[in-house]
């Protein structure tokens, strides 16, 4: 199983990006995709996560600018940042909760993490 991140970048203050996370391999079911994020000399934070119930959960900081949304068909989550601030600027990571083949079995994989993507917000 692997979750490819893509879609991070340079863009000045109150412009917007769109990170896109895409899942693969023998995926049984999604059950929560999200993005975390970690700024320099900071922990790593829950940015946005959205269930396969369709429920969503935001960082209070991001709520009204960041909308998270999937694409189950393709295995995909994508975050649209919109009006976006120096104090976004971090690494952003995919994380995964997800039921797997292995073999004839089904294993859940509760915390699969992509490569980091690079946002960098100019003031």
Known sequence: VQLQASGGG???SGGSLRLSCAASGSIFRINT???YRQAPGK????????TSGGS???TDSVKG?????????KMTVHLQMNSL????????????DLTY????????ESDSWGQGTQVTVSS
Do not use: H
């Open 10 to 12: 340079l863009v000045q």
């Open 33 to 35: 995709m999200g993005w």
């Open 85 to 96: 601030k120096p104090e976004d600027t971090a690494v952003y990571y995919c994380n995964a």
């Open 43 to 50: 922990q790593r934070e829950l940015v946005a996560a959205l």
């Open 65 to 73: 600018r960041f909308t998270i949304s999937r694409d189950n068909a």
């Open 101 to 108: 083949y292995s073999g004839s079995y089904l294993r859940r």
């Open 56 to 58: 969503t959960n935001y």
